[in-house]
C-alpha cells in the first residue's frame, strides 16, 4: 500500500481542509495507519500545534475582536477553526452535518442558537449518528426550521417528521404519506420557549395514542420513532451514500455503499467508519484523486492555510458570492454540490478572491525558499513548486503550458518579480486543478 506525498494531500484534501507542506512532510513518516488515527482521535498532526482561542481574542483586518452575537463574525470565526484547528477532521464533519441538518439563521433568526447547534455537531461529529438523530430532535434552532412548536396533540405538524426521513435518515421512496402522519405525531409534545431560551417537553401536548409507523405499532414518541427509523435497512444505505459522496467519489457504486452500510451497522462511531474508509485501498484510487469539487468554504480555507494569511471579514463575503454562505443554507435540503459550486458567478466569485490573494499577500512570503525553486530556470520546476505548494496533486497538460508560458514570459531572466509572482499565484489559484480535491 502507498504512502508518499499524493496519497498525504489526497487524505488531507478530503479530510481536512488542505494542509502545509510541513504538515504533509510529518504525515509521510506516521504512515497512513497513525496520520488517520490521529485524524479520527482528533489529535493535532504536528506536535506544535497551536491552540485555537475563542471568538473574542480572534482580530480581524487589524481592528478589535470578533463580536459572537455578530453573523458574520461567527462566519469568519468557524473558517478560522476550519485553517487552524488541530482537529480538522471534526470540522470537517461539523461541515457535512450542517449541510445535511440544514438548518439556517434566516428563518431562527438567533446567532447564539445557530451557533449551538453547530457545537452540537461538532460534539457528535465523530459519533453515533442515531444519538445525534436524537439530540436534533431537542435542538433549539431544528426545532424553530422545521416549526416543531406547532407540532401538538390533535394538530399535528408534518414537517419535522417528512424531513427527519426524507433528508436526514432513509431519502425519498421509504416511507409512505402515512408513515409521515403517524410520525408527527409521536414528536409531538416538545416545545421551545424564546423568551425564556428553554427546550422542554409537554406531556399533555404529546399524542400517546397507539401508531403504526414503518411497519411497527407502538405508543411511539420521538425516542421510540427514531429507533423505528433506526432499524431500516435505508438508515444506513442512506448515510453511506453521503459519506462515500462527499468524502471519496460523486457517485459511488452500489457495492461500496452496501460496504460502508455495513460498517455504519456494525461500528459504534462515524470515526471508526471513517477510518475504515480512510485507511482502504479503494479511497486512495488514482481515478478519485482530484475528481471532487471543492466547496466554496474549502476552497477558501486552502489557500488562506497555504498562503498563510490571517483571516479577514471579507472572506465570508466571498463565500457568499461562490454560493456558500455559512449557517444560511439555501434549504431544507442543504447545498446542492458538485457542479453547482462551478456557475458562472460562483466562478467569477472565486476568480476574484484570487485575485484579492495574489494582490495582499506579502511579498516577502513570495520570494521565500518556499516559493523559489532550485533550479530557477525552469519554467516547468517553478510550475510544479507552486501547484505542489498550494494542494494540487497534479496538472493538466494544457495547465501546464499555460503556467509555463507566464512563468517564462515574467520570471525567468526578470530581476523584478514580484508583479509576475502574483500573477502566477492567481493563475493557479484560478486553474481547473486549484477547483479540485
Known sequence: MMWTYKEVTHLLNRAAFGATQEEIAVCVKLGREETVRRLIEGEPLINDQPLLVSIDQVTADGKKALDPTQLGDQQMYWLYRMVHSGAPLIEKMTLFWHGHFATANYKVRDVSLMVQQNDLFRKHALGNFKELVLALTEDPAM?????????????????YAREVMELFTLGIGQYTEQDVKEAARA???????????????????????????????????????????SRQKAFSTFLAAKLLAFFAVDNPTQMWIRRVAEDIETKKTIGEVL???????????????MSLIRTPAEYVANII?????????????????????????????????GVTWLSTSSLLARYQFAESIAKQLNG?????????????????????????????????????RSLRA?????????????????????????????QMK
Open 364 to 400: 516577502t512570503f513570495l520570494t521565500s525558499t518556499m516559493y523559489t525553486p532550485k533550479l530557477g530556470d525552469s519554467s516547468e520546476e517553478w510550475v510544479k513548486l507552486w501547484t505542489q505548494n498550494l494542494g494540487l496533486l497534479q496538472v493538466s497538460d494544457q495547465t501546464m
Open 187 to 229: 414528536f409531538t409534545g416538545w416545545t421551545y420557549d424564546k423568551n425564556e431560551n428553554k427546550t422542554s417537553y409537554n406531556l399533555k401536548q404529546h399524542d400517546n395514542e397507539s401508531k403504526t409507523f414503518l411497519g411497527e405499532t407502538g405508543k411511539w414518541d420521538a425516542v421510540g420513532a427514531i429507533d423505528v427509523i
Open 406 to 434: 507566464y512563468v517564462e514570459d515574467t520570471l525567468l531572466h526578470k530581476k523584478q518579480k514580484n508583479a509576475g509572482l502574483r500573477g502566477l499565484l492567481q493563475l493557479v489559484l484560478i486553474s481547473p486543478e486549484a
Open 275 to 289: 477510518q475504515a474508509l480512510f485507511v482502504s485501498e479503494d479511497f486512495y484510487n488514482e481515478k478519485l484523486q
Open 143 to 159: 426545532m424553530i426550521w422545521l416549526d416543531v412548536n406547532k407540532n401538538k396533540k390533535g394538530k399535528p405538524n408534518e414537517n
Open 305 to 337: 492555510k497555504s498562503c498563510q494569511i490571517p483571516v479577514s471579514k471579507g472572506y465570508s463575503q466571498a463565500m457568499r458570492k461562490m454560493g456558500q454562505e455559512l449557517y444560511s443554507p439555501p434549504d431544507v435540503a442543504g447545498w446542492r454540490g
